[in-house]
């Protein structure tokens, strides 16, 4: 089956570590996102990436860092100048970066600090 | 910038009863609208989209939206509503003008089904 699998499921981080957290997509979609999810506050766009070895800050990087080096991964990590980690964490993929194309999601991460 | 906003955070509302959840966008020149919708401690699923043609769109279990580019409006409604469709609803834009793929999502409004 395709789709995007993120893992782990749930994650528990001391104050002061980096933390890294796996998105994985079968899809052969070339654009992938991470987003973060606070209760009330919606969806909000770390970073993005449209192909291979390349990606863009989103609306709240700061504290964040990715890296794209295969289609099928984008990984994010969680540093500790990340002041507030403790959020839900989303990934997607589209089949390319347009904006009218369907996101897709994985199941999410869930990561709390110590 | 673009922006969002899901007028109601919670709608509490009887089986069978009609739902409307609003959303509402900055204007733009061009744009192109979805609904999601997640279930607990899961992603999000596409509900429905408008990209364009019709300002009626509809999904598969029921659910519609109408796109009004006047009253920059992406209302979702569904006549009649299952306890499983509770869940948080979340309304997106983007820009027809960008070629980034963004998306900006509204709050969420948990859409509480009650027997």
């Known amino acids: 089956d395709g789709g995007i699998t993120q893992s782990p499921k749930y994650l528990f981080r001391k104050e002061g570590q980096n933390v890294t957290l796996s998105c994985e997509q079968n899809?052969?979609?070339?654009?992938m996102y991470w987003y973060r999810q606070d209760p009330g506050q919606g969806l909000r766009l770390i970073y993005y990436?449209?192909?291979?070895?390349?990606?863009q800050k989103g609306d709240i990087a700061e504290g964040y860092s990715v890296s794209r080096e295969k289609k099928e991964s984008f990984p994010l990590t969680v540093t500790s100048a990340q002041k507030n980690p403790t959020a839900f964490y989303l990934c997607?993929?589209?089949?390319?970066?347009?904006?009218?194309?369907?996101?897709?999601f994985g199941p999410g991460t869930r990561l709390t600090v110590l | 910038a673009q922006s969002v906003t899901q007028l109601d955070s919670q709608v509490p509302v009887f089986e069978e009863a009609p739902v409307e959840l609003r959303c509402n966008y900055s204007s733009s020149v061009s744009v192109y609208l979805f609904w999601y919708v997640q279930y607990p401690n899961q992603g999000l699923q596409l509900l429905l989209k408008?990209?364009?043609?019709?300002?009626l769109v509809e999904s598969i279990n029921g659910f519609e939206a109408e796109f009004n580019k006047s009253q920059t409006s992406f209302h979702l409604r569904k006549p009649s509503v299952h306890i499983s469709d509770t869940a948080e609803y979340f309304c997106?834009?983007?820009?027809?003008?960008?070629?980034?793929?963004?998306?900006?999502f509204g709050q969420g409004t948990t859409l509480q089904v009650k027997p």
């Open positions: 990436s449209q192909i291979v070895n390349d990606f």
């Open positions: 997607a993929s589209s089949i390319e970066g347009s904006t009218y194309n369907e996101q897709f």
């Open positions: 997106a834009v983007s820009d027809g003008s960008s070629n980034t793929g963004k998306l900006i």
């Open positions: 899809l052969n979609h070339d654009a």
């Open positions: 408008y990209l364009s043609g019709s300002t």
